[in-house]
């Protein structure tokens, strides 16, 4: 006897947009497109030869067909649902697959991942290849953690995104440098040290300040956050820098915010994964860990210098 009812993926796709209201909600649920979920209702009404879902400008109504179809549907459905959860064979072993900008990793990140694995040794992680342009189109990394390079850009649509860590800057140097250092324009008149790719983040920081970068300033740019530390703690300048990425060498005393005060830079760094990503339960568990780790961050801060 030919099989005569309609698949598992259109009576998901139907019933999605019933809970949901819409195609666009519907797909957001599944985490597929919503062009995908309309040809699977389309699908399923050309296998019924009728409408089963009403159309029109304020959403969807179910027509006779369709309420007919969701009373004898809904329920085995989420019944195939649950036994699949229950009977399907879990890994021993979760696999995650991260891209991290190189700074944040470095200096922010791996100081805390041992906590994570002690939380969670069922997963592993495989750090990949970081891309400076990255276009998220990758099909070897399950998350990124990414910095938004402009304030104004969004995302891709295809990438859902949230806000991690690294708006907040401050500018930092050396104990010796900052001696006799009491306001911003003094700040302004030594060496400046900034990211080669945020120039701007002086004139962010001045501002905030209330102070006057001048005109034709000169100073030492770097590719990496890094390297500008790496030159601040040489005692070559002072650097502007995320707050974040600083905490290590403030409570240390390697160096010292020489005024206090902070100013966002607009961006930070972003946790990113792909919309249409299937249920990822590692995805899911270094997901909620990081974005903790970031809720606590304590202030970085450190003791003034004496002045001299």
Not at 71 to 96: D, H, I, M, Q, S
Not at 185 to 191: C, E, N
Not at 245 to 273: F, K, T, W
Request: hydrophobic content about 45%; aromatic content about 6%; some cysteine.
């Amino acid at each position: 006897m030919p099989i005569q009812s309609p698949s598992l993926v259109e009576l998901h796709a139907f019933l999605a947009v019933v809970r949901a209201g819409s195609f666009r909600k519907a797909a957001e649920e599944l985490c597929v497109t919503q062009a995908a979920v309309s040809r699977a209702v389309l699908r399923l009404e050309q296998e019924l030869g009728q409408d089963v879902l009403q159309r029109s400008a304020s959403g969807v109504t179910l027509t006779p067909a369709g309420l007919e179809l969701r009373r004898l549907t809904e329920k085995p459905v989420a019944a195939l649902e649950a036994a699949a959860l229950r009977l399907r064979v879990k890994p021993e072993r979760l696999r995650l697959r991260v891209s991290v900008i190189t700074s944040l990793g470095s200096l922010w990140l791996m100081p805390r991942l041992e906590g994570f694995r002690e939380q969670h040794p069922e997963v592993e992680i495989e750090f990949r290849q970081y891309h400076h342009d990255e276009d998220f189109t990758r099909d070897d990394v399950d998350l990124w953690i990414e910095v938004k390079r402009n304030a104004g850009r969004p995302w891709p649509r295809q990438i859902a995104a949230r806000y991690l860590i690294g708006r907040d800057m401050v500018a930092v140097c050396t104990p010796a440098l900052a001696k006799g250092i009491h306001t911003a324009q003094q700040v302004l008149a030594r060496p400046l040290l900034y990211h080669s790719n945020f120039p701007g983040n002086w004139n962010l920081w001045a501002q905030a300040a209330g102070a006057q970068l001048p005109a034709k300033w000169k100073g030492t740019g770097f590719d990496l956050v890094m390297n500008l530390l790496e030159g601040a703690r040489a005692g070559m300048g002072v650097a502007v820098v995320q707050q974040c990425l600083a905490e290590s060498d403030l409570q240390s005393g390697r160096l010292v915010i020489p005024v206090e005060g902070s100013v966002s830079n607009g961006r930070g760094y972003y946790l990113c994964h792909r919309r249409a990503q299937e249920a990822h339960a590692a995805v899911d568990l270094f997901s909620e860990w990081v974005l903790g780790q970031a809720a606590i961050e304590p202030a970085c801060r450190a003791p003034r210098p004496a002045r001299g």
